[in-house]
């Protein structure tokens, strides 16, 4: 199903304004928290069930707000350890364990929590909508 989530969030993205860069940006954040949560907190089954919810709204940016996509994904495998949520350095050349770090790099806002006994991922992209040019 990884598939029909990317191209999934690549149209709303798209349709939401984002630029093709940030489109891109945002697929591949999600389809990385997705495959880590498939990976570490289900121990790599991939049929257990995974809350993914998206949500177009007004967040603080720069002291003002500003008009963003928050995407929440919420997942009732193992917890977390926050401490462990670190990437390995990028020097480091080898397959794998770069996904947290592209998560951070893609996204403006990257938040874990544990609620109600449940993991939660929470992403925020900032549209950045670019000014019509002169004479336009």
């Not at 480091?92 to 990257?110: A, K, N, Q, W, Y």
């Amino acid at each position: 199903m990884l598939c029909v989530v990317r191209n999934a969030v690549g149209e709303l993205t798209a349709k939401l304004g984002f630029s093709e860069p940030d489109c891109r940006a945002v697929v591949r954040a999600v389809d990385e928290a997705l495959t880590n949560i498939i990976r570490h907190a289900y121990l790599g089954n991939p049929e257990q069930p995974i809350d993914a919810s998206f949500h177009r709204i007004d967040a603080p940016k720069d002291g003002q707000s500003g008009d963003a996509l928050e995407i929440v994904l919420e997942d009732n495998g193992v917890t977390a350890n926050p401490e462990k949520m670190c990437g390995r350095a990028l020097e480091d050349i080898r397959p794998g364990g770069l996904g947290l770090h592209f998560i951070r790099e893609c996204m403006d806002t990257v938040e874990f929590s544990r609620n109600n006994g449940r993991n939660q991922l929470r992403l925020v992209k900032f549209l950045h909508v670019q000014a019509p040019k002169k004479g336009a």
